[in-house]
């Protein structure tokens, strides 16, 4: 079994997903693999009117979505990796067409610390913001993760960011046996704002070795602080 991030953040709880799920998120520099995921979003939401203009400003940096539609193609790249401070890194970049010629990214890159116990997830192109995740194994042997604590970095410049500012994420993802396809929901929520945007999805996955990780899959600017 690898020990890569998602192995080591579960513990003797990684047993208990779907063995899909097991080899999806066993993605890592010791398995050998990464994962790429093609499928489609169902749906792809935002809130009120009111929320464009917070969305847009997260998409700047491919924190935040500020489309919306149906039937909408989108890629999930999940490679492994060594950053540039020797951390094992597994990239979850989302890459949506929303229209033709028109795509959009969701970027994120997930290391295992072991001083915060998790999973942190730098978000964005140049990792300015840190933000812890708690992980679960669902009744059906699926994965839901929930952000927690948000920090933010650049250069000299470190706190923790204030929630009203951000967003929280709830994913659940799992295999769906019947249609032989990966299942994922999504929804971010801010505690003023309320409901800023999600998706539904399904995919279907390829295994490709670890020595093929696209350059365009990484951040921009690496953060050593977690």
């Keep these: 079994m690898s020990d890569g991030v998602f192995v080591r953040a579960l513990g003797a709880d990684f047993e208990r997903l779907h063995p899909q799920m097991q080899r999806r998120f066993g993605v890592g520099l010791t398995a050998g693999y990464g994962c790429v995921g093609r499928g489609v979003m169902t749906e792809v939401r935002r ?40 951390r094992e890194t597994v990239t979850f970049v989302r890459t949506m067409t929303t229209r033709p ?5 969701f970027d994120a890159t997930m290391i295992y610390s072991e001083a915060r116990g998790c999973v942190v997830d730098y978000l964005g192109t140049h990792q300015h913001l840190a933000v812890d995740l708690d992980l679960a194994v669902t009744e059906n042997g699926g994965l839901r993760l929930t952000s927690g604590e948000q920090r933010f970095y650049e250069g000299p410049v470190a706190f923790r960011f204030p929630m009203i500012f951000s967003g ?25 704002l309320g409901f800023l945007f999600g998706y539904r999805g399904e995919f279907r996955c390829t295994y490709v070795p670890t020595d093929a990780v696209p350059e365009t899959v990484k951040p921009y600017r690496e953060e050593v602080r977690e």
Aim: net charge negative; glycine share 10%.
């Design 47 to 86: 809130g009120p009117w009111w929320t464009r203009p917070f969305l847009l400003l997260g998409a700047m940096r491919n924190i935040l979505l500020s489309e919306h539609g149906r039937g909408i193609p989108f890629q999930i790249d999940n490679h492994a990796y060594l950053d540039g401070f020797g």
């Design 101 to 105: 010629g028109r795509r959009r990214r």
């Design 168 to 192: 929280r994420a709830h994913l659940v993802e799992h295999f769906d046996d019947e249609k032989e396809c990966f299942v994922i929901d999504l929804e971010v929520h801010n505690d003023l």
